[in-house]
């Protein structure tokens, strides 16, 4: 009897000792919280395909997130619909609550305000940044700072970052830098310096001035677009990339915090490559992606026992199919494609514009040759050909109607040529929209173990990482 006595109390210390430990949190200092917007297990899964066929293997190749020792399953849905946007899809990953497409920080209903797991950081006394490959304004940044009934008030939204005055912001720059219904407002850049901050155009800059800032906005260098991050395939020397702006925000925050800090790295791209239906672009994206959260991963090798990384996505974007050639892939053709639909877009109108609409087929061929292998890298059909010439003659000729896309507008005869591309390869789209599937959620670090278990939804990552930091 006075064996189990003394066995029963053990356990109970035990237990009570793990339970106030993990009241406590997990030791966390320093919080990475990637997003990759649209990436879904189809994106994921192609990249790792596509990598291993560019090394001559069938498999799955890893990228620098896919071998983490706790990868779960994540909904997306929002308040009123199967189907989220990035606003609200992104509110319910930054605060918890699940809200109205279209809306940015509020409850569904926008009766309230509700606010991020970053404000939270803050308010215990972590430095926050908040990093994007697109516009800082754009839904999934806006939402750990912004309170707005709609993503697309960019002046408002823009406001409310200088208003939560987070140690630093970070992307391509800011889509309305004045108001559109007050001419009086101020202009977004110098409320940033009247608060306190300082503002970097490019990296050089930025590792100029960082060490002097007490808070920093960190954009593209002038002239270029304010838009987004050009996208990896497009990419030129002396670009800004989204690894830098993770490398750099990671050594401005180390350099002044002194309790640790939280920084949330989007790759917003990978979401534009999917709703053009863009294979090729995708897989650039996810693996520029990737290189991002590898530069987050010597940071945490350097600190393992007081960092916790999680990398997800806000939902999933295009509804990627692999396989539309009955058993076989073969992706290794997208490689052969030099530049993004946009750019491809963009030349073929040149083309039109510079030859005053006399533009032989010949010509065509010379530009689809040029930036996507066919005819030459790629066997083209005489059927597949002919399809791509009905297009020209029927709608590039005559100057038609150009698709307009979320975030680009294309031209017709672009679009079929990618299809093919992607047709060839093995990728299928149902939508140049978003999907209702689930999304991959990995974690690794202090506390990632809480990640772990039955499926998640999205209103519980921020929960959880204030759990693992001890927040509540």
Not at 9 to 38: A, Q
Not at 342 to 363: A, C, F, I, P, T
Not at 395 to 401: C, I, N, R
Request: aromatic content about 10%; proline content about 3%.
């Amino acid at each position: 009897m006075m064996k189990i006595i003394v066995w029963f109390s053990v356990l109970m210390m035990v237990f009570f000792g793990y339970s106030c430990t993990s009241g406590k949190g997990d030791g966390i200092r320093y919080i990475f919280f990637l997003i990759g917007d649209g990436m879904g297990n189809g994106q994921v899964t192609g990249t790792q395909f596509y990598r291993a066929e560019l090394d001559g293997r069938i498999g799955l190749d890893s990228l620098s997130f896919t071998g983490f020792p706790v990868v779960n399953m994540m909904s997306t849905y929002s308040a009123f619909n199967a189907i989220t946007c990035s606003a609200a899809a992104g509110t319910a990953l930054a605060t918890g609550t699940r809200t109205s497409n279209g809306t940015i920080g509020k409850d569904a209903i926008h009766s309230k305000d509700v606010y991020s797991i970053a404000v939270k950081a803050k308010e215990k006394g972590l430095s926050v940044g908040i990093t994007t490959s697109v516009s800082i304004d754009h839904a999934t940044p806006a939402v750990f700072y912004a309170h707005q009934s709609s993503r697309s008030m960019y002046y408002e939204i823009a406001m409310d970052a200088v208003k939560a005055g987070f140690d630093l912001y970070a992307g391509s720059g800011f889509l309305q830098t004045r108001s559109m219904t007050d001419s009086t407002a101020p202009d977004v850049y110098r409320s940033f310096e009247d608060a306190g901050y300082t503002i970097a155009r490019g990296y050089d800059d930025f590792n100029r001035k960082r060490e002097k800032a007490t808070k920093m906005v960190f954009v593209q260098e002038t002239g270029a677009s304010p838009f987004s991050l050009p996208y990896a395939i497009d990419r030129k020397p002396g670009n800004l990339t989204l690894s830098e702006i993770t490398r750099g925000a990671i050594d401005y925050l180390f350099q002044k915090s002194n309790k640790g800090f939280f920084l949330m790295v989007e790759g917003g791209k990978i979401d534009w490559a999917c709703h053009n239906n863009d294979g090729a672009t995708m897989v650039n994206e996810v693996m520029d992606f990737s290189d991002a959260v590898e530069v987050v991963l010597e940071f945490y090798h350097q600190h393992p026992d007081e960092t916790l990384v999680i990398v997800t996505a806000d939902h999933e974007t295009g509804g990627v199919g692999l396989g539309t050639r009955g058993y076989d892939l073969n992706l290794k053709l997208l490689s052969y494609q030099q530049n993004s639909l946009d750019v491809l877009s963009e030349r073929l109108v040149s083309l039109r514009e510079k030859r005053g609409g006399k533009v032989r087929w010949e010509e065509v061929k010379t530009v689809l040759s040029e930036e996507l292998g066919f005819w030459n890298e790629i066997e083209i059909t005489k059927e597949e050909e002919d399809v791509l010439k009905s297009e020209f003659e029927c709608s590039y000729l005559q100057a038609g109607a150009a698709l307009r896309g979320l975030y680009a507008v294309v031209e017709p005869l672009a679009k079929q040529a990618v299809q093919l591309l992607n047709n060839k390869a093995g990728i299928g789209w149902t939508t140049p929209e978003h999907t209702g599937t689930r999304v991959p959620v990995y974690a690794i670090g202090a506390g990632a173990w809480r990640f772990d278990g039955s499926p998640l939804n999205n209103t519980d990552i921020p929960r959880i990482i204030a759990e693992s930091a001890g927040w509540d």
